[in-house]
């Protein structure tokens, strides 16, 4: 008896254009990867706020915080796909690289979060 296999559905613009060059396509696997890791480190810092830091702040708004970072790194993992998969259609139509407000949304979130634990960190001492 053989393993079970799950079938996946190639996305219909895999199908559409001409297969990029492989050093574009792996570029842009990289980039996915990238914003997994980053994904990642959201919520690994969200664990590692409410697990080692619990005298960093009250009780609820340690929770907050952490609630808050996980949700973002949840939606960065699942906006990360998409745009990978954008990007891969771009490249097979020969368009423009389609344009993301998400890079500055991560660098607000990120420098937002750096401020608050910053002051969290000063008040707690």
Same mark, same amino acid.
């Given at each position: 008896m053989t393993g079970w296999r799950i079938r996946v559905r190639e996305p219909a613009w895999r199908?559409?254009?001409?297969?990029p060059d492989y050093r574009f396509s792996l570029a842009n696997e990289r980039t996915f990867l990238a914003w997994i890791r980053t994904s990642l480190a959201l919520l690994a810092g969200a664990v590692a706020i409410d697990q080692l830091a619990p005298?960093? @702040?009250?009780?609820?708004? +340690?929770?907050? =915080?952490?609630?808050?970072?996980s949700l973002i790194g949840a939606s960065l993992a699942g906006l990360s796909y998409r745009r990978w998969g954008q990007m891969e259609a771009a490249m097979?139509?020969?368009? @423009?690289?389609?344009?993301? +407000?998400?890079? =500055?949304?991560?660098t607000i979130v990120v420098a937002v979060a750096a401020f608050t634990f910053a002051v969290l960190i000063l008040v707690a001492r």
């Open positions: 199908q559409q254009g001409k297969t005298n960093i @702040a009250p009780q609820p708004v +340690r929770i907050v =915080l952490c609630v808050i970072l097979r139509r020969d368009e @423009a690289l389609p344009f993301s +407000r998400v890079m =500055l949304f991560m």
